[in-house]
C-alpha cells in the first residue's frame, strides 16, 4: 500500500505562478525524495532531502521536511510549461532492509503557457 | 553520462511466451530493483539486489524472476507472461548507505509491457 498522501491530487497554474505541492507519510524515515513524470514515462529524480534536514533547494525547487508532522512540501517557482507532469514524493522506512521506495499517489501539475 | 537503461522500452506478446526485460547501470551502484506502475495502485517493488548474487522478492514478486550475475545488470524475467503482468517497468539503482537503507534511487525510461 502507499504510505505518502499527495495533495492536492491535481494542479492548475499559469505560466510565471508558484506551485506548491504536499505530501504526508506515515512512519519513521531514513530521506524523502521527489520525483517528476511526465505522462507515461520514466522517473526523474528530483531532490532528496534527509530527515535531520528541514530545507533543501534546487534551482528553482525548495523542499522542505517537517518529521514532526511527517510532512514534506515542494515548492516550484517561477513555474513553465515544461514543469507539466505529475510529481511524487517517495519515502525510505527507517527501518527498512529492502531499500523499497514507498510512493504517493502524486499531484498532477499543468502549467499552461 | 550516469544512466540506468532497460530495453525494451515497449513490448507487446502473448500469454505465455517467455519475455526478459533488461537493465543496465552504469554507476557502480549496489542496490538495483524492479518496480511496476498501475493505475490506482501506484508504484509497487517486484524484486530488488542488494548486491551481485544477493536477491530478494519485493511486493509483488509473483510470475517475475530476477538474477544478478554481474553488478550492472538485474534483468527482469516473466517465464510465462499473463495479461495481469500488462504494466508500466521501471528499474532502479542506488548506492548503499553504510550499513543501511538505500540513497538516491535512479530510475530508467521504463518498459511498457502488454501481454494479449
Known amino acids: 500500500s502507499q504510505q505518502g498522501e499527495e495533495d492536492p491530487q491535481a494542479l492548475s497554474i499559469q505560466e510565471g505562478e508558484n506551485a506548491t505541492m504536499n505530501c504526508s507519510y506515515k512512519?519513521?524515515?531514513?530521506?524523502l525524495q521527489w520525483y517528476r513524470q511526465n505522462s507515461g514515462r520514466g522517473l526523474v529524480h528530483l531532490i532528496l532531502?534527509?530527515?535531520?534536514?528541514r530545507e533543501k533547494h534546487s534551482g528553482r525547487l525548495r523542499v522542505t521536511l517537517d518529521t514532526s508532522k511527517k510532512s514534506s512540501s515542494l515548492l516550484i517557482t517561477a513555474s513553465r510549461a515544461a514543469d507539466t507532469a505529475s510529481y511524487f514524493c517517495?519515502?525510505?522506512?527507517?527501518?527498512?532492509?529492502?531499500?523499497?521506495?514507498?510512493f504517493g499517489q502524486g499531484t498532477t501539475l499543468q502549467v499552461k503557457p | 553520462e550516469a544512466q540506468v537503461t532497460q530495453n525494451p522500452r515497449y513490448l507487446i506478446t502473448v500469454t505465455g511466451k517467455k519475455l526478459t526485460v533488461t537493465c543496465s547501470q552504469n554507476?557502480?551502484?549496489?542496490?538495483m530493483s524492479w518496480y511496476r506502475q498501475d493505475p490506482g495502485l501506484g508504484l509497487r517493488q517486484i524484486y530488488y539486489?542488494?548486491?551481485?548474487?544477493?536477491?530478494d522478492k519485493g511486493d509483488v514478486p509473483e510470475g517475475y524472476k530476477v538474477s544478478r550475475k554481474e553488478k550492472r545488470n538485474f534483468p527482469l524475467i516473466l517465464e510465462s507472461p499473463s495479461p495481469n503482468q500488462t504494466s508500466l517497468y521501471f528499474c532502479?539503482?542506488?548506492?548503499?548507505?553504510?550499513?543501511?537503507?538505500?540513497?538516491?534511487?535512479?530510475f530508467g525510461p521504463g518498459t511498457r509491457l502488454t501481454v494479449l
Open positions: 539486489s542488494m548486491n551481485v548474487e544477493v536477491t
Open positions: 532502479a539503482s542506488s548506492s548503499l548507505l553504510a550499513g543501511g537503507p538505500t540513497d538516491t534511487q535512479y
Open positions: 532531502i534527509r530527515s535531520n534536514e
Open positions: 517517495a519515502t525510505v522506512n527507517y527501518q527498512s532492509n529492502t531499500g523499497k521506495l514507498i
Open positions: 512512519t519513521s524515515i531514513n530521506n
Open positions: 554507476m557502480n551502484h549496489e542496490y
